[in-house]
């Protein structure tokens, strides 16, 4: 009668208090930059050390240059936190892939490659789109930094029990149609808080077919229908995924640990608090044209009308549509765009290079374009230039960028200036979010890179 959910929560928790929250076992906490240095500063106040360091894995990402990174950081600020993230992991003895580390990258894309991320785990990271690791057949979430400070003293955590939700999407995606616009396509349909107070199961053929990094950005996005997270019970797909990484388990071990991890599936008599269908016939490659990621079209559809909304929805669409200088009914195919962005945590993955290159190959990048391509990590790097993209990527006209967040979130030098429109692979499309006035319309690599090869907004299907 369990879902997967259940089953790893259950054997999770500590102690439950009745009408209150479960105080749940944490197996695996990452730390970055940003939302860690207050945490350890309270664990300094208190006198605390970490009370299970060999769980705790720092890096930095949020604040990390993409070129230079063997020289000091110029901004002072994101100098600041990247050098407090070094110290405290020092201070405090926990483990830190820092810049020019080759196992350095963000946070989301190193976790899985590294196989420190595992099917059954409890994962957290002060970092809302955690959710990304329950791709793996985990339970992760985003949590807040005094949360950050409990897990650091206790590798435990106070947590309300979430709902559960199933997702199936029947039937196979179309040519062209990506883990990005399955999940853009769900956004559309159930809004930015469709998911909300829920932890969601992605099931279906359409989700079974999709490759370990398809679901690593499928469930990336889980945070944006306002869900807890998201997670895909482990398979085969899984299993090939971690063999020989370097934290995976090697010998019995990981005899034993494969099956165990067959036993982390929803039974077949497993009762959610919700359940959701889609057809993956449905869906085509999907664009976003306002100022949040449930404000998602299929590319060769027009912008909603305000036909039947609600007085509050007007507003809302017609300010979003005013900041991105849209109108409603139109089409956007053909619309210049100005940057394009391929990379973050959700997708900065070997998978979305080789897409990306598959469009621009024996093409050339259009002049009006100015494209950032970064990978997820360092090891992504590497797997660029071992199976040749790199020398595709610059005889069309594109250069790779060192590994970080990027232009996902303005927190570093990749901002895209005010007024100009970016095409970006990352997860966020808010006002200001890419940099203050900047206009992001999301997408996948194969639209990103029909956007840098035309200079316009491109179903990529025609370049196919």
């Not at 600041?80 to 405090?92: E, I, R």
């Not at 190193?110 to 809302?128: A, F, H, K, Y």
């Not at 359940?275 to 559809?301: K, Q």
């Not at 990527?393 to 100009?420: H, T, V, W, Y």
Request: with cysteine.
């Amino acid at each position: 009668m369990n879902t997967l959910f259940d089953k790893i929560w259950d054997a999770h928790v500590v102690q439950a208090v009745n009408d209150g929250p479960t105080q749940l076992y944490i197996d695996r906490l990452y730390c970055h930059e940003v939302t860690s240095p207050q945490a350890f500063a309270a664990l300094r106040e208190r006198g605390l050390s970490c009370f299970r360091p060999e769980r705790i894995y720092c890096m930095p990402d949020h604040n990390t240059p993409t070129h230079d990174q063997d020289k000091p950081i110029a901004d002072p600020v994101s100098r600041a936190q990247v050098d407090t993230l070094a110290k405290n992991a020092k201070d405090f003895g926990l483990t830190h892939f820092g810049m020019m580390d080759k196992r350095n990258g963000i946070i989301h894309v190193v976790g899985p490659e590294q196989g420190l991320t595992l099917p059954g785990m409890t994962i957290v990271c002060g970092d809302s789109h955690t959710s990304t690791h329950g791709a793996m057949g985990a339970v992760a979430f985003g949590i807040g930094t005094s949360e950050v400070e409990m897990v650091l003293a206790s590798q435990c955590i106070l947590q309300t029990r979430p709902k559960t939700m199933r997702i199936t999407i029947d039937g196979t995606l179309g040519r062209g149609v990506t883990a990005k616009d399955l999940a853009l396509y769900m956004m559309s349909r159930m809004t930015t808080s469709g998911a909300t107070g829920y932890f969601v199961e992605y099931a279906g053929e359409a989700v079974r077919s999709l490759s370990m990094e398809g679901r690593l950005t499928l469930c990336n996005l889980s945070i944006e229908m306002g869900a807890r997270g998201g997670m895909v019970a482990p398979d085969e797909t899984t299993f090939a995924y971690i063999k020989g990484r370097n934290y995976a388990p090697k010998g019995k071990d990981w005899d034993d640990a494969v099956a165990y991890w067959r036993t982390l599936r929803s039974d077949d008599d497993a009762v959610f608090d919700k359940e959701v269908r889609f057809d993956a016939a449905d869906i085509e490659p999907m664009i976003t044209y306002g100022t949040n990621p449930g404000m998602g079209i299929g590319i060769s559809s027009s912008i909603p009308t305000e036909e039947g909304m609600q007085e509050a929805e007007k507003v809302s669409f017609e300010k979003s549509l005013l900041y991105m200088g849209f109108q409603a009914g139109e089409s956007l195919l053909g619309k210049p765009v100005d940057y394009v962005f391929l990379g973050a945590c959700t997708n900065g993955r070997i998978e979305d290079f080789r897409a990306f290159a598959s469009i621009v190959k024996g093409k050339k990048k259009a002049a009006n374009i100015i494209a950032w391509l970064v990978p997820g990590s360092w090891m992504v790097d590497a797997q660029i230039r071992e199976e040749g993209l790199d020398k595709i990527l610059e005889e069309a006209g594109f250069e790779i960028r060192q590994p970080g967040c990027s232009a996902c979130l303005a927190m570093n030098d990749d901002k895209i200036p005010a007024g100009k429109y970016a095409v970006s692979t990352s997860n966020r499309n808010f006002e200001g979010r890419q940099g203050p006035g900047s206009r992001t319309l999301l997408a996948s690599p194969l639209t990103a890179a029909a956007a840098a090869i035309t200079g316009v907004i491109t179903d990529p299907r025609t370049l196919m």
